[in-house]
C-alpha cells in the first residue's frame, strides 16, 4: 500500500502480488466527512482478489482543502453535492493521470461514494462496472428527499437543472455489469434512492446485468456482510470477463461458421470470412468467454475514422449476458473511432440505442422491411461548472 500524489490529485494504492493480478482496476470513493484511510483495509481485500485498488482523497476531504465541522447541518448541505459533483466532472482528467483503460476499471464507492460511482459510470459507459453501496444513482429524487427530511424549501427551476446535468436518470443507462447493496433501515441516506436507481434501469429500461441486495436492520452502515458480497461480486466479475481475439486463419473455425450461419447465409459464410482475411480494412473479431469462442464482431475501416459493424452474432446460450455490449465497447476502446455505424433492422434497433447510437429510419429498402442506420460519436467530455 502506497500514497501517490499526482498533479492535483492525491490517491492510496494497493497492488496485488506478482503473478496474480486480474488486469482491473477498482476505484473506490469513500463517503461525506470520512477520509481515505478509512478505506486502506477494504483496499488491501481487492488487492488480494487480484485486482489495483486505489482510493483516492476527494476534493473537500483529505488533504483536498477540507471543510472544517463537516456534519454541520449548513456544511453539509453546501458542500455535499458540490463534493459529487466535482469529482464527477474531474473524472477523465483523474483516469489520464492514473494511465489506465477504462474498460478495465471498476467505479465503486459507500455512501456519497456510491453516488459519485454512479454518477461517473453515467458519463462514462466504457467503464467495466458500477458498485454503490449505500448511495443512490437518482440525484434530483434524493435531493428532494433530503430537502424535505430538513425541512427546506423544494429545488428552484435554474437549480434544478444543475442536478439534471449529472444526474444518472437523465443519461444513458450503464451496459457493464451494476452492484446495488444498502441497508434498509438507512436513516442518512434513504434506501428509496438505490430502489429507485434500480427500478430506473430494470423496469424502465430492460438493464438485467444488475444485482441489488437489502439488508435487514442496517443503517448507513458499510457491513463486513456488504464487503463480503462486494469482493464476491467483483470475483464473478473477474470469472466473465470477455477476452477480445483477432481471427486471423486462413481456415474457418467451427464456431465462427456457425456464428456467422446466423447472419449471413450459409451460402455465404466462407465468402464472408474470406473478405476479413483478403481486405485490409476489415478485422473480425472472436470473443472469449472462460475458454470457448461465444461470438464475433465483424468491421470495416472506413474514409473519416469511421467504423462500420458488418457482422455482430453470438452464440444463443450467451445472449442473456450482455455480451453484446462489452464486445461493441471492446472494440470502440481498441481502435477509438471517431464514430461507429451500423444498419440493422427493426428487431436490432433496442439493441443499438441502448448501446448509445442515434437512430434514423432508411425507408422500405426491401418491399415490406424497414431498415435503420445506427451512429455513436465517440463522447466528447462536458465542460466542468466553473
Known amino acids: 500500500m502506497k500514497k501517490v500524489n ?26 461525506w466527512g470520512t477520509c481515505a484511510k478509512n478505506y486502506l ?37 453546501e458542500y455535499f453535492w458540490k463534493t459529487i459533483f466535482e469529482s464527477i466532472d474531474e473524472f ?26 454512479a454518477g461517473i459510470m453515467a458519463r462514462h459507459k466504457q467503464l467495466g462496472g458500477l458498485a454503490s453501496i449505500n448511495g443512490s444513482g437518482s440525484f434530483l429524487l434524493m435531493e428532494r428527499v433530503f430537502r424535505k427530511r430538513d425541512r427546506r424549501p423544494g429545488i428552484a427551476l435554474e437549480a434544478e437543472r444543475l442536478w439534471k446535468k449529472y444526474d444518472p436518470l437523465e443519461q ?10 444498502h441497508g434498509k433501515a438507512d436513516q442518512t441516506i434513504p434506501v428509496e434512492g438505490q430502489m429507485h436507481y434500480y427500478q430506473y434501469l430494470t423496469e424502465k ?14 443503517n448507513h452502515q458499510f457491513t463486513d456482510a456488504m464487503a463480503a458480497d462486494f ?20 481456415c474457418i473455425s467451427r464456431e465462427i461458421k456457425e456464428l456467422l450461419g446466423y447472419v449471413t447465409s450459409l451460402e455465404k459464410i466462407e465468402s464472408e470470412y474470406v473478405k476479413y482475411l483478403d ?5 473480425l473479431y472472436g470473443f472469449e468467454l472462460e475458454g470457448e469462442i461465444v461470438s ?31 464486445m461493441i465497447q471492446a472494440v470502440f476502446d481498441k481502435h477509438s473511432p471517431y464514430v461507429m455505424v451500423a444498419e440493422t433492422d427493426q428487431d436490432a434497433v433496442g439493441f443499438y440505442r441502448k448501446n448509445g447510437f442515434t437512430i434514423a429510419s432508411l425507408g422500405e429498402k426491401y418491399p415490406g422491411i424497414e431498415r435503420f442506420w445506427c451512429e455513436r460519436k465517440m463522447v466528447v467530455e462536458q465542460t466542468p461548472i466553473s
Open 6 to 31: 499526482k498533479g492535483r490529485f492525491a490517491y492510496y494504492i494497493a497492488e496485488p502480488a506478482a503473478g496474480k493480478g486480474t488486469g482491473l482496476t477498482v476505484i473506490f470513493y469513500h463517503g
Open 41 to 77: 483495509d477494504l483496499a488491501g481485500k481487492i488487492a488480494e482478489e487480484g485486482y489495483v485498488a486505489i482510493v483516492p482523497e476527494l476534493v473537500y476531504h483529505d488533504t483536498r482543502h477540507p471543510v472544517e465541522n463537516p456534519f454541520r447541518q449548513e456544511t453539509v448541505q
Open 92 to 117: 477523465e482528467e483523474f483516469m489520464q493521470e492514473l494511465g489506465i483503460l477504462a474498460s478495465k476499471t471498476i467505479v465503486a464507492g459507500n455512501s456519497m461514494g456510491g453516488f459519485i460511482a
Open 172 to 181: 444513458q443507462i450503464p451496459t457493464a455489469p451494476v452492484l446495488l447493496l
Open 205 to 218: 429500461n430492460g438493464f438485467q446485468n444488475v444485482q441489488f441486495k437489502l439488508y435487514e436492520g442496517v
Open 231 to 250: 469482493l464476491a461480486w467483483l470475483d464473478n466479475r473477474n470469472q466473465h470477463e470477455l477476452v477480445l481475439k483477432e481471427l486471423v486463419s486462413p
Open 279 to 283: 481486405a485490409a480494412n476489415r478485422k
Open 296 to 326: 464475433c464482431l465483424g468491421v470495416e475501416f472506413q474514409d473519416g475514422n469511421q467504423i462500420e459493424i458488418k457482422h455482430i452474432a453470438i452464440m444463443p446460450d450467451a445472449r442473456e449476458k450482455l455480451i453484446g455490449s462489452s
